[in-house]
């Protein structure tokens, strides 16, 4: 009878119970650690991809000489694109929980320490994207390839 009562329950019940450890367990706290560095490193990732030069290079504005195909709409790439959604949706809970993604985790933690050592950041600066030139400077633009300034095709 003197039992207490948390929440409209008594703190004999399992909901209650269950929520006092979760409250207290390392395990959830070092696993919203995890998923916050991960959410972190995507981002990060997510950065670093958009601002690389191969990136940029594939999804630069189209010349307008160029024809753009939407393989969505197509008869033979189409259906495949379609199928693969599809595929890709139902498996996406089981890779949330696989093990294979856990592996995967682990292996970007092991990633980010190796990223934190001399040697990575040595090679995190080598595959950083180059910093745009600054046109400020009064420095000329490179003549296109088309135009030359030698001599080869003069007659002296």
Known sequence: MGEDVVDGEDS??????????????????????????L???AERLATTTRNSFLYRWLTKE???????????ETYTVGPLIKVLDGVIDR??????????????VAVDRGIDRAAE???????????????P????????????EDESDDDE???I
Not at 62 to 72: A, T
Not at 91 to 104: F, I, K, M, T, V
Request: aromatic share 2%; hydrophobic share 30%; no cysteine.
């Open 117 to 131: 050592t001399r040697t990575g950041e040595i090679v995190m600066d080598a595959l950083a994207p180059p910093e």
């Open 39 to 41: 959410s972190n490193r």
């Open 62 to 72: 189209p010349e307008p000489e160029v024809i753009v195909i939407d393989l969505r």
């Open 91 to 104: 498996l996406e809970p089981y890779w949330q929980g696989s093990r294979l993604r856990q592996a995967l």
């Open 133 to 144: 030139p600054d046109k400020a400077d009064g420095s000329e633009e490179l003549p296109d």
């Open 12 to 37: 004999g019940s399992v909901p209650v119970k269950l929520r006092q450890l979760v409250d207290g367990s390392r395990t959830i706290a070092t696993l919203e650690r995890v998923s916050s560095g």
């Open 153 to 155: 095709g003069q007659d």
